[in-house]
């Protein structure tokens, strides 16, 4: 069946390096996806979203960029700390208007450790 | 995850018996979904509810697995005969009314639920 499916399962950089974790989607009927970071015994936080209507979207030292032709996503992050260990997960969704209706797929998630 | 509420957060079940799993959403959120982690994967959509509705039930194993979001107090997600399997982590989302553009399902902290 269709999948959101992650290429690299870990991920080890230096603090203040910039970091990519990239993400293949399959359903090309996507329209809305989202970036979670997960740490240990918590739930998914939100990091940051886009439609499928953009190209990219920047955040707070996250930037998200979106390549509808190859079906790839990617999280940027800018200067990483050692907070920014834990794992990542891009998940997407398809449903009427691009909104956050209905449910989920995520991918298996890339672990993500920064070294002082 | 500050807002979505979830309770037990470790919960211990001998084969056979009977696990219920509580969900609170955000404030002004009507829209709950259910969630099961396995060990270093992904998330599995399991179920997704409105006020008194099932909306789509796709993820949820026919048998043992119910959920329900009454009008007034939280979602329970209810398994009844435990079996060892069923032995994971447990997240809760809920998301504000369809048709609100930008707004990303926000999660909980999960149940934890062990069968011994």
């Known amino acids: 069946g269709e999948s959101v499916g992650l290429h690299l399962p870990t991920l080890s950089v230096q603090e203040g390096d910039n970091s990519i974790i990239n993400c293949a989607y399959s359903?090309?009927?996507?329209?809305?996806f989202i970036w979670y970071k997960q740490e240990s015994g918590k739930g998914p936080q939100f990091i940051i979203d886009?439609?499928?209507n953009m190209d990219k979207r920047q955040g707070q030292r996250v930037t998200v960029l979106l390549n509808k032709t190859v079906k790839h996503l990617s999280l940027q992050i800018a200067a990483t700390q050692p907070g920014d260990s834990a794992v990542y997960f891009c998940?997407?969704?398809w449903g009427a208007g691009g909104t956050s209706y209905g449910k989920l797929t995520f991918g298996q998630g890339t672990i993500l450790t920064v070294h002082p | 995850n500050a807002g979505v509420m979830q309770n037990p957060r470790h919960l211990v079940r001998r084969r056979g018996q009977e696990a219920r799993l509580r969900c609170s959403p955000m404030?002004?959120?009507?829209?709950v979904y259910w969630y099961r982690q396995l060990p270093e994967e992904g998330l599995k959509f399991m179920v997704y509810?409105?006020?008194?509705?099932?909306?789509?039930e796709s993820g949820m194993p026919k048998e043992r697995f119910s959920a329900e979001f009454p009008k007034e107090g939280p979602s329970i997600l209810r398994i009844q005969q435990v079996v060892r399997g069923d032995s994971a982590a447990y997240f809760c989302?809920?998301?504000?009314?369809?048709?609100?553009?930008?707004?990303?399902?926000?999660f909980g902290d999960g149940t934890r639920l062990s069968i011994l």
């Open positions: 989302a809920s998301s504000p009314l369809q048709g609100s553009s930008n707004q990303p399902q926000h």
């Open positions: 404030k002004g959120h009507s829209h």
């Open positions: 509810l409105q006020k008194e509705n099932i909306i789509d």
């Open positions: 359903n090309s009927a996507s329209d809305y």
């Open positions: 886009i439609r499928s």
């Open positions: 998940a997407e969704n």
